[in-house]
């Protein structure tokens, strides 16, 4: 049977000298993504020595993925710091000197293309024929436009209205057919040609949001999430090199990986042993054990859970003993996560013109479309765009597509070289160049079918709230519950933070208030004894 250290009970550390225990209070923390990783990093720089990861995959970093191609780095993952001033991650990378060699073209201050560099976006129809620059530059400003529009709901409090079905899709593309049709300076055709530009603006819109369509993600809610001031950044060797800094000064023997969890058993002391009557809970032992996979129990004072939201969904009936409150499971029920995958083309020689920085498929047969949701056979017309990798010098001619969605998922069912040949064709079809090779390699991501995974971030569906990332996020038992031990179950990930969901800097800070939340209960238990925590 696979077994981890656990660190033994000692009797002369400070953070136990006022407690009766005479032990260092024990924690287990779930999962070494951005998340655990810097709440362990916190609590062992405030003296908590028995401290235990459990990392179900065999490796850490979470939903961050480097990997090596040749002299390069390719993002699997993370592949952003989402701006500069106040972002945790953005200090740990200039800090550390992780930014030196970032060009130009990989700092980003646009939003809507999902790599935004030098050169210009090539608008591609399923015909074969270019969009004009200066059509398409009308129509991104018309369409920036409207999405300012969408952040006013929650931003100013302004009410929806029914008809938009508080959706951010419903509303933007209600708003942009009566903005495009209403236009006298353009044709019919031209009309209909913006209108396809549409569905493909969203297709784009739905992968950075990692929902299935923008149709899914609540208006009244879309102006909540926060953008951090200043450039996004990549970080050429690599986001890894983020996850390597957490980790560096937490012994190896503390992180066990290939260590899945079966079950936590919280509330166990009171369920499982007569309690004995006037006497602090926390005297009594220890209140959860941590059942593994592999059958062994790990006992603990306090639990950190940073699996994903996606893990949430599918596992937490089983998770958690006793079963999570209603609110909670309810909060879990209605947030959103879905699945955004790349899908890297490797060519000899490019095949694009020097200043094209992404070709973007324009299919002009959905301009009325409703739904862009396909059958299992058409997954390939949810890949919105190939963006062009540079510098060259680093990347080779290197083209990264995006996809999102149950179609995604259908990709991730197909083998490489089915992937490879649809993109082929695709790429054949929509720059009407017949003579475009097979790359010499493809590799993608597949984060909808990792079991300890099962999505890429989340995002805040229709019916869902801000108010649901915070019931997420509190710690069980919940304060009303006086006889209990308090914060035995703990939550972070960036699904539990309110503003910041769905990034890198949100599941960091995530796992810092947690071992905060942890390290001041444990200071309010001692009074003046333990130094306060560098924050």
Same mark, same amino acid.
């Given at each position: 049977?696979?077994?981890?250290?656990?660190?033994?009970?000692?009797?002369?550390?400070?953070?136990?000298?006022?407690?009766?225990?005479?032990?260092?209070?024990?924690?287990?923390?779930?999962?070494?993504?951005?998340?655990?990783?810097?709440?362990?990093?916190?609590?062992?720089?405030?003296?908590?020595?028995?401290?235990?990861?459990?990392?179900?995959?065999?490796?850490?970093?979470?939903?961050?993925?480097?990997?090596?191609?040749?002299?390069?780095?390719?993002?699997?993952?993370?592949?952003?710091?989402?701006?500069?001033?106040?972002?945790?991650?953005?200090?740990?990378?200039?800090?550390?000197?992780?930014?030196?060699?970032?060009?130009?073209?990989?700092?980003?201050?646009?939003?809507?293309?999902?790599?935004?560099?030098?050169?210009?976006?090539?608008? &591609?129809?399923?015909?074969?024929?270019?969009?004009?620059?200066?059509?398409?530059?009308?129509?991104?400003?018309?369409?920036?436009?409207?999405?300012?529009?969408?952040?006013?709901?929650?931003?100013?409090?302004?009410?929806?209205?029914?008809?938009?079905?508080?959706?951010? /899709?419903?509303?933007?593309?209600?708003?942009?057919?009566?903005?495009?049709?209403?236009?006298?300076?353009?044709?019919?055709?031209?009309?209909?040609?913006?209108?396809?530009?549409? &569905?493909?603006?969203?297709?784009?819109?739905?992968?950075?949001?990692?929902?299935?369509?923008?149709?899914?993600?609540?208006?009244?809610?879309?102006?909540?999430?926060?953008?951090?001031?200043?450039?996004?950044?990549?970080?050429?060797?690599?986001?890894?090199?983020?996850?390597?800094?957490?980790?560096?000064?937490?012994?190896?023997?503390?992180?066990?990986?290939?260590?899945?969890? @079966?079950?936590?058993?919280?509330?166990?002391?009171? &369920?499982?042993?007569?309690?004995?009557?006037?006497?602090?809970?926390?005297?009594?032992?220890?209140?959860?054990?941590?059942?593994?996979?592999?059958?062994?129990?790990?006992?603990?004072?306090?639990?950190?859970?940073?699996?994903?939201?996606?893990?949430?969904?599918?596992?937490?009936?089983?998770?958690?003993?006793?079963?999570?409150?209603?609110?909670?499971?309810?909060?879990?029920?209605?947030?959103?996560?879905?699945?955004?995958?790349?899908?890297?083309?490797?060519?000899?020689?490019?095949?694009?013109?020097?200043?094209?920085?992404?070709?973007?498929?324009?299919?002009?047969?959905?301009?009325?479309?409703?739904?862009?949701?396909?059958?299992?056979?058409?997954?390939?017309?949810?890949?919105?765009?190939?963006?062009?990798?540079?510098?060259?010098?680093?990347? /080779?001619?290197?083209?990264?597509?995006?996809?999102? /969605? &149950?179609? +995604?998922?259908?990709?991730?069912?197909?083998?490489?070289?089915?992937? +490879?040949?649809?993109?082929?064709?695709?790429?054949?079809?929509?720059?009407?160049?017949?003579?475009?090779?097979?790359?010499?390699?493809?590799?993608?991501?597949?984060?909808?079918?990792?079991?300890?995974?099962?999505?890429?971030?989340?995002?805040? @569906?229709?019916?869902?709230?801000?108010?649901?990332?915070? @019931?997420? +996020?509190?710690?069980?038992?919940?304060?009303?519950?006086?006889?209990?031990?308090?914060?035995?179950?703990?939550?972070?990930?960036?699904?539990?933070?309110?503003?910041?969901?769905?990034?890198?800097?949100?599941?960091?800070?995530?796992?810092?208030?947690?071992?905060?939340?942890?390290?001041?209960?444990?200071?309010?238990?001692?009074?003046?004894?333990?130094?306060?925590?560098?924050?």
């Amino acid at each position: 049977m696979q077994s981890c250290e656990i660190s033994s009970d000692s009797t002369d550390d400070p953070l136990s000298s006022g407690l009766r225990t005479h032990r260092q209070p024990r924690i287990v923390v779930i999962g070494a993504g951005l998340a655990g990783l810097a709440a362990t990093k916190i609590l062992l720089e405030n003296g908590f020595t028995d401290v235990t990861v459990l990392e179900a995959s065999d490796h850490i970093g979470g939903r961050v993925h480097s990997v090596q191609h040749g002299k390069t780095t390719l993002e699997l993952g993370a592949t952003w710091i989402h701006g500069a001033n106040g972002n945790p991650v953005y200090h740990m990378a200039e800090d550390n000197g992780l930014l030196e060699h970032t060009t130009d073209g990989e700092r980003s201050v646009g939003r809507i293309s999902l790599y935004t560099k030098n050169g210009v976006a090539h608008y &591609q129809t399923n015909v074969g024929k270019r969009i004009p620059k200066d059509m398409v530059e009308e129509f991104s400003d018309l369409y920036n436009e409207v999405y300012e529009l969408t952040q006013e709901f929650f931003q100013n409090g302004k009410p929806v209205c029914a008809e938009s079905q508080n959706s951010v /899709g419903v509303f933007t593309r209600d708003v942009m057919r009566k903005r495009v049709m209403m236009d006298p300076d353009d044709s019919e055709s031209t009309k209909k040609l913006k209108l396809s530009m549409l &569905q493909q603006y969203l297709k784009v819109e739905s992968c950075e949001s990692s929902s299935p369509s923008m149709d899914e993600v609540s208006l009244s809610e879309f102006g909540e999430w926060t953008e951090i001031p200043g450039a996004h950044y990549v970080i050429p060797e690599g986001f890894m090199k983020i996850v390597e800094l957490l980790a560096q000064d937490i012994p190896s023997s503390t992180i066990c990986l290939s260590k899945p969890l @079966r079950c936590i058993h919280w509330n166990y002391s009171a &369920q499982h042993r007569e309690v004995i009557p006037h006497r602090d809970p926390l005297i009594l032992g220890h209140p959860i054990c941590v059942e593994c996979e592999d059958e062994e129990w790990i006992t603990a004072d306090h639990v950190i859970v940073t699996a994903s939201l996606g893990v949430l969904k599918q596992n937490h009936e089983a998770m958690f003993s006793p079963s999570l409150p209603e609110d909670k499971v309810l909060a879990i029920e209605k947030l959103g996560i879905s699945t955004t995958n790349k899908i890297f083309l490797e060519f000899e020689e490019p095949f694009w013109s020097p200043e094209c920085n992404s070709i973007q498929f324009v299919w002009e047969d959905e301009a009325q479309l409703e739904q862009l949701a396909y059958p299992e056979e058409l997954w390939y017309k949810k890949i919105c765009s190939f963006d062009v990798l540079y510098p060259p010098e680093r990347y /080779g001619y290197m083209l990264s597509g995006w996809i999102c /969605g &149950q179609e +995604a998922l259908y990709m991730e069912r197909c083998d490489d070289e089915t992937v +490879a040949e649809t993109c082929t064709d695709l790429l054949r079809r929509f720059t009407g160049n017949p003579d475009i090779p097979k790359p010499r390699r493809v590799l993608r991501s597949s984060w909808g079918s990792n079991p300890y995974i099962r999505g890429s971030y989340s995002f805040t @569906r229709v019916g869902s709230s801000g108010g649901d990332c915070e @019931r997420l +996020a509190m710690p069980l038992p919940y304060a009303n519950s006086t006889k209990a031990p308090p914060l035995q179950v703990l939550f972070a990930g960036e699904a539990t933070h309110r503003k910041y969901y769905s990034t890198t800097h949100g599941a960091l800070l995530s796992g810092q208030r947690e071992a905060t939340r942890l390290i001041e209960m444990y200071q309010d238990l001692h009074g003046a004894e333990t130094t306060k925590p560098n924050m």
